[in-house]
Each structure stands twice: as structure tokens, then as C-alpha cells.
Nanobody, 112 residues
């Protein structure tokens, strides 16, 4: 069964950091580009970052560039999203997507 599971969300103060994980089962994640999206309450789901099948092929939305880093651990069949200098506007449910599959999402709340 193809499945993606996100984890690592939580409540953090502005300026803080979180690392989200996207673990795959049922397929080899390294064979696919992986994308992170986020959806804030009442808003559309927005693209955040992409990592290609090569770990040096990454792209970021302008709103997170320089603060977020997407990476892979192929041995763990997992993709990460390191989020630094978090801002209240980063508050959203974060989803990973690969191979036509979506995870269930993990909540990130940035608040003092």
C-alpha cells in the first residue's frame, strides 16, 4: 500500500524552528520528486518546496526561500522540511506529495 505520513508539526514561537518528516511506505521515495504544500485556515493549498530525484535539485516558494530547506534521507525513505525563523504566517497544515499520493498533513502553529 502506497502511503505518505507527515510528522514533526507543533506549536513554536516566532523565530523558532521545526523539522517536518515525510515517510513513505509501499514505494521508493527516491524515485520521485517530492513536494511540500501548506494550507492555512480559509485559504487554498499552496506549494512550498520541491526536491527532485537528485538531492541537489531543490526549489522554494519565495515566501520561504532562505528559511526552509528540503532534503532527503534515501536510507530512511524519508524527505524532510527544515523550517527556521518561523513566522506567524507560516501557520498551516503541511502536506507532502509524491507519486500521486498525499499525506494526511501535520499542523504547524507559530504563535507567541
Amino acid at each position: 500500500q502506497v502511503q505518505l505520513v507527515e510528522s514533526g508539526g507543533g506549536l513554536v514561537q516566532p523565530g523558532g524552528s521545526l523539522r517536518l518528516s515525510c515517510a513513505a511506505s509501499g514505494f521508493t521515495l527516491s524515485s520521485y520528486p517530492v513536494r511540500w504544500y501548506r494550507q492555512a485556515p480559509g485559504k487554498e493549498r499552496d506549494w512550498v518546496a520541491t526536491i527532485g530525484t537528485g538531492s541537489d535539485n531543490t526549489m522554494y516558494a519565495n515566501s520561504v526561500k532562505g528559511r526552509f530547506t528540503i532534503s532527503r534521507d534515501n536510507a530512511k525513505n524519508t524527505v524532510y522540511l527544515q523550517m527556521n525563523n518561523l513566522k506567524p504566517e507560516d501557520t498551516a497544515v503541511y502536506y507532502c506529495q509524491a507519486a500521486r499520493s498525499w499525506g494526511q498533513g501535520t499542523q504547524v502553529t507559530v504563535s507567541s
